[in-house]
């Protein structure tokens, strides 16, 4: 594996790389011009110095897959990472079929067929796919399985419910043909950069807040991790302004799981 493919596996898994240690070999490489010219990368300053970040993850997995693809070996999948590199967990962002997982008890369009939820859910807890679309009237997103499993009992029936066994993308957004998502992440940086992300191309989408919200952030234990990205600090959404404000004044975020029964 040679240096430059050695750099970005690094920077995926670290996250960020000191400007210092960007070395011209790799500042000078095909892939790294490739990177910042499609905006994936950027040095973002910190303090005195400045860091190289990831700013776009699917176009940094899809620049890096393409370029690494040169050998015998495709790397599609964990399973062609160990053959390639020996670890299948230093590039296992790059699975190509997310998996999906349903609930409720309508019938739902998955990949243009029509699917008795209902009957799915009540059979076997939930209808599990590795879909390229969906389409229903009032989609509902859930960001933890053990949520997912109870939702309706806490927001009701007139949802269908979604859970991916991974993060949220632009692909799952231009896939979901729906009237309205309700929209329920945990309350931290991440889950509120999600939800930013979602409503930007789904303009009708809600995020769930219980009338006693106020009074259950109180309840807000873990500390927060991670940075704001800029969606999140220059957002003017005024639901999102008051929970970003409380989790900066207490340095701690609201897990899902307390508003579930």
């Known amino acids: 594996m040679n240096i430059i493919n050695d750099f970005f596996i690094n920077l995926k898994t670290e996250k960020r790389i000191a400007k210092s240690s960007v070395g011209s070999v790799v500042r000078n490489s095909k892939l790294f ?65 997310p998996y999906y997982f349903y609930r409720g008890n309508k019938k739902v369009k998955v990949n243009n067929e029509t ?47 979604v859970h991916k066994y991974g993060r949220l993308g632009q692909n799952d957004f231009s896939n979901w043909r729906v009237k309205e998502v309700l929209f329920c992440p945990d309350y931290d940086f991440t889950g509120l950069e999600e939800y930013l992300y979602c409503k930007e191309n789904f303009p009708n989408t809600t995020l769930f807040i219980p009338s006693d919200f106020q009074e259950i952030l109180k309840q807000s234990r873990m500390p927060i991790k991670g940075e704001m990205k800029d969606r999140l600090k220059n957002t003017n ?17 609201l897990e899902q799981q307390i508003l579930f029964n």
């Open 115 to 161: 699917i008795d939820l209902g009957f799915y859910t009540n059979k076997f807890g939930f209808f599990g796919c590795s879909n390229v679309s969906v389409e229903t009237d009032k989609l509902c997103w859930i960001e933890n399985k053990d949520c997912f499993e109870v939702a309706e009992k806490t927001i009701g029936k007139d949802y269908v419910f």
């Open 237 to 253: 959404d005024e639901v999102v302004l008051k929970i970003r404000d409380y989790i900066l004044r207490n340095n701690k975020f």
């Open 33 to 97: 011009k490739l990177m910042e010219q499609a905006n994936a990368i950027e040095f973002e300053k910190m303090g005195r110095g400045s860091n190289l970040i990831i700013v776009n993850q699917y176009v940094f997995k899809e620049i890096f897959k393409s370029q690494i693809n040169t050998d015998v070996i495709n790397v599609n999948s964990k399973i062609d990472a160990a053959k390639k590199f020996g670890n299948s967990k230093i590039i296992g962002g790059l699975e190509t079929n």
